[in-house]
């Protein structure tokens, strides 16, 4: 098998698994649930934003070239004739000697070229003193100075944040086609996993792998499809990844059996009832990472071992799901840091160490967890980022400059721990 299936990079076995993945048909969703998504139809605007033009201010709307030379010492007089709130309009007209009091947003009303905002005026019963002169145009939004009608504001592919919620809203759209979510369907394997609220027997572990593999799914905007568990038997395995695949999968990912263990029947299960392109990657945490399809549905056999499931879910099952999602960018934020430890290894894999960073005089410090094997679920709970030793590098002093890919970026930022330059 070994030969068949040579040991793939990082990159390589990345390529190979975004490959299998292409964008999932479009669906369409009222407007706040596609925060997250991709758009998959072009918004143009429908009308100007702002429709009319309007005051940025409270105040007077006026003609500019009545306000000229006025000061506080030579104010000058003009008689209120109207008084315009917002969201109404007036077809009252501003003449030589007149203002009409308006409030912010309301349309300019005709005749009118200006506002003075009340800091510069003083309004004496029907009239007002003006203190400042204004040029025209002074406080006044232009209808279309946001949006122009007819013009193209969120093209097919923008990523929706919040602000695009608010465009789209702006704009009138209720509903607006974005791509699909995947449904990732999760399955735990071993005859010693049980679910948590199953009675504990010896040999036996709590099923750890599913929920936090899928909460990274819900994280990364997937819907998890838990199957529950398979014992280590080809007959058990290969009957509920058939039943998981009729509820519907477009992808499948396995936790646990890709090792070389004589229980290791993912891998048989997938190269008898589908085809596999891949089981091993140089890296550690993850190393024996299954990926090929079963019934055209990508299957990912992630590592059984709790870290190494969330690392290899990280590098490659999150990317495979961005890119169901429509979003052609995936790679994790990185930040460099100075090493606090030293790390002496001899395997020539790429290392993914979970570290937590300080700040100090604003360079980053990447203190290691603790116990860094890949049943010590401990370590990711503690860690902030996973600081990646290249495979050359078998030998890195404390102080080495090291790259750390960020697990909760932006998020997280305020829990890096900020110090002074003498502490610590
Ligand atoms: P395996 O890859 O199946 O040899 O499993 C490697 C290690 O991960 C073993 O110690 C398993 O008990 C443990 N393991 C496998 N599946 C899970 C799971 N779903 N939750 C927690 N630990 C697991
Ligand atoms: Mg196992």
Redesign the pocket.
């Known amino acids: 098998m070994s030969e068949l299936y040579p040991i793939l990079t990082v990159e390589e076995a990345l390529a190979r698994v975004l490959a299998a993945f292409q964008p999932l048909e479009p669906e369409r969703v009222p407007v706040l649930e596609t925060l997250g998504r991709v758009l998959a139809e072009d918004i143009y605007a429908d009308m100007d934003i702002p429709p009319l033009t309007n005051t940025a201010m409270d105040g007077y709307a006026v003609r500019a070239a009545d306000t000229a030379g006025a000061s506080p010492e030579h104010p000058v007089r003009l008689r209120i004739i109207y008084d315009l709130a917002a969201g109404y309009t007036t077809d009252v007209a501003v003449t030589p000697g007149t203002a009409i009091r308006i409030m912010t947003g309301a349309p300019i009303p005709p005749g009118a070229d200006a506002v003075v905002q009340f800091e510069d005026t003083e309004q004496d019963g029907d009239w007002v003193n003006i203190f400042k002169g204004v040029s025209v145009g002074k406080n006044v939004r232009q209808a279309g100075e946001d949006v122009q009608k007819g013009a193209l504001i969120l093209p097919k592919g923008t990523e929706i944040r919040p602000q695009e919620v608010g465009m789209l809203a702006a704009l009138g759209h209720k509903e607006a086609w974005v791509h699909r979510r995947p449904r990732v369907a999760i399955l ?3 005859d ?2 049980i679910e948590m609220d199953a009675p504990w027997q010896p040999g036996k ?6 929920y936090s593999n899928a909460a990274q799914v819900v994280r990364y905007g997937g819907v998890p499809v838990l199957l529950g568990i398979a014992r280590d038997d080809v007959t058990e395995l290969t009957a509920k990844i058939r039943a998981g695949l009729e509820q519907g999968a477009d992808l499948f990912l396995t ?5 070389m ?1 004589d229980f ?1 029947v993912v891998k048989k299960v997938l190269a008898a009832e589908g085809e596999m392109a891949f089981w091993r990657v140089r890296m550690k945490p993850g190393k ?1 990472l299954a990926f090929g399809h079963i019934r055209d549905v990508p299957l990912l056999g992630l ?4 870290v190494s499931a969330m690392i290899a879910f990280e590098l490659f099952a999150r990317p495979a799901i961005l890119k169901m999602l429509g979003k052609t960018y995936w790679d994790k934020p990185t930040v460099e840091a100075k090493l606090l430890d030293e790390i002496t290894r001899k395997d020539n894999r790429r290392h993914f160490l979970r570290v937590m960073l300080e700040e100090r005089d604003g360079e980053y410090f990447a203190r290691l967890t603790g116990d860094q094997g890949s ?1 010590i679920l401990l370590s990711m709970v503690k860690a902030q980022g996973l600081a990646i030793i290249p495979e050359n590098a078998n030998h890195l002093p404390a102080g080495a400059r090291v790259q750390v890919m960020m697990l909760d970026w932006p998020e997280r930022c305020t829990g890096i721990k900020k110090q002074g330059a003498n502490e610590g």
């Open positions: 735990a394997t071993g010693e996993v572990i709590r099923n750890a792998n599913s936790s646990g059996g890709v090792s263990g290791d024996p590592p059984g071992n709790p049943g």
